[in-house]
């Protein structure tokens, strides 16, 4: 059985290893211009060139409309939070009082058998346990 030299294995990784370390320098410098280059271009759309080369901001000027239909939408908004709210907090209290009854009901009664089934004198102590 032949064996493989060393050699060739040792070159096939150094060029995969060279390509990896290329393409992260590549990506490193592709994401320092975008970060640099992207505010600049953000900041030159905030503002136009007038015809006589005076800069204006491009603030839009919101009609009392919007605001009014703005706030009408908060408002209505609001009030489906707070009716959902109302509804889920008296759907879960109602919830519980229903589930408190029935295990209350369902596990007296199986106590209240159980001590039906002792002797009188037992049942007298319990009864005066409970009682007092």
Request: charged share 25%.
């Amino acid at each position: 059985m032949p064996l493989k030299p060393l050699e060739k294995d040792n070159n096939r990784d150094n060029r995969g290893l060279g390509l990896k370390i290329g393409f992260l320098i590549i990506l490193l410098i592709t994401g320092i211009l975008l970060t640099k280059l992207v505010p600049k271009a953000a900041g030159n759309k905030e503002k136009n060139v007038n015809v006589l080369g005076a800069e204006q901001d491009n603030k839009i000027n919101k009609p009392p409309v919007t605001e009014e239909a703005t706030r009408f939408i908060q408002n209505t908004a609001d009030n489906l939070i707070n009716n959902a709210v109302d509804s889920v907090t008296s759907f879960a209290s109602q919830s519980a009082a229903a589930v408190t009854d029935t295990v209350f009901t369902s596990t007296v009664i199986n106590i209240v058998k159980q001590i039906d089934k002792l002797p009188d004198k037992q049942q007298s102590e319990i009864k005066q346990a409970i009682c007092h």
